[in-house]
């Protein structure tokens, strides 16, 4: 049974850091590209990141490029998403993705900017 579980949202100030983590479970982690995406509240859900399974590969979204950063451990089965210089507009439920099979999704994590 595929299982991707996310923590690490919040409630951040303009301009914080947060780290967000994906633990997944049910598949060969090591050998799947894994992905991040985002919802802002009436919004579709939006591409962020995605990192090959070597984790050799990185493709970010133009709107969080040079501030958000993907980054993958094959040996724990985790994926995170270090985020830089939080904005307003940053402010959505945060969704790992894997690409194994077709497709699955965790449940999702907060992510709040404001002062």
């Known amino acids: 049974q595929v299982q991707l579980v996310e923590s690490g949202g919040g409630l951040v100030q303009p301009g914080g850091s947060l780290t967000l983590s994906c633990a997944a479970s049910g598949f060969t982690f090591r050998g799947v590209t894994m992905s991040w995406f985002r919802q802002a509240l009436g919004e579709e859900r939006d591409f962020v990141a995605a990192?090959?399974?070597?984790?050799?590969?990185?493709t970010y979204a133009h709107s969080v490029k040079g501030r958000f950063s993907i980054l993958r451990d094959n040996g724990k089965n985790t994926v995170t998403l270090h985020i830089n210089s939080l904005k307003p507009e940053d402010t959505a439920v945060y969704y790992c993705k894997s690409f194994y099979g077709r497709g699955y999704w965790g449940q999702g994590t907060q992510v709040t900017v404001s002062s």
């Open positions: 990192i090959n399974p070597a984790g050799s590969i990185t």
